[in-house]
């Protein structure tokens, strides 16, 4: 089970870390990712991270911006966002996956999502 927390109403060029809370006895061993959803559109992937933390791989748009990171003996994972933009408004989600393939294939979507948290960046 996986929830995402820490959302919030920014301005842009604002920070902001989300967070994601994991239950279950196998979250070290699953590739992690965030996914997000504008009002509207898709939902279109951000970023994902490897077990052990060590691989990382980004939407361009996120690049340079954004960053993953994960604690597993925590059981947590982490979006950390800076140079906030009103484009990147939307409800969040964190999500997980058995793993097995390269990160870059996870953009189309992971076995297990958790509810969102929205994020609003005004202008």
């Known amino acids: 089970q996986l929830q995402a927390s820490g959302g919030g109403l920014v301005q842009a060029g604002d920070s902001l870390k989300l967070s994601c809370t994991a239950s279950?006895?196998?979250?070290?061993?699953?590739?992690l990712g965030w996914f997000r959803q504008a009002s509207g559109k898709e939902r279109e992937f951000v970023a994902a991270?490897?077990?052990?933390?060590?691989?990382?791989y980004y939407v361009d748009s996120a690049k340079g911006r954004f960053t993953i990171s994960r604690d597993n003996a925590k059981r947590m994972a982490y979006l950390q966002m800076h140079s906030l933009k009103p484009e990147d408004t939307a409800v969040y989600y964190c999500?997980?996956?058995?793993?097995?393939?390269?990160?870059?294939?996870?953009?189309?979507?992971?076995?297990?999502w958790g509810k969102g948290t929205q994020v609003t960046v005004s202008s």
């Open positions: 279950g006895r196998n979250f070290g061993t699953h590739v």
């Open positions: 999500a997980a996956d058995r793993g097995g393939a390269a990160l870059s294939s996870y953009s189309s979507g992971m076995e297990y």
């Open positions: 991270i490897s077990w052990g933390g060590g691989q990382t």
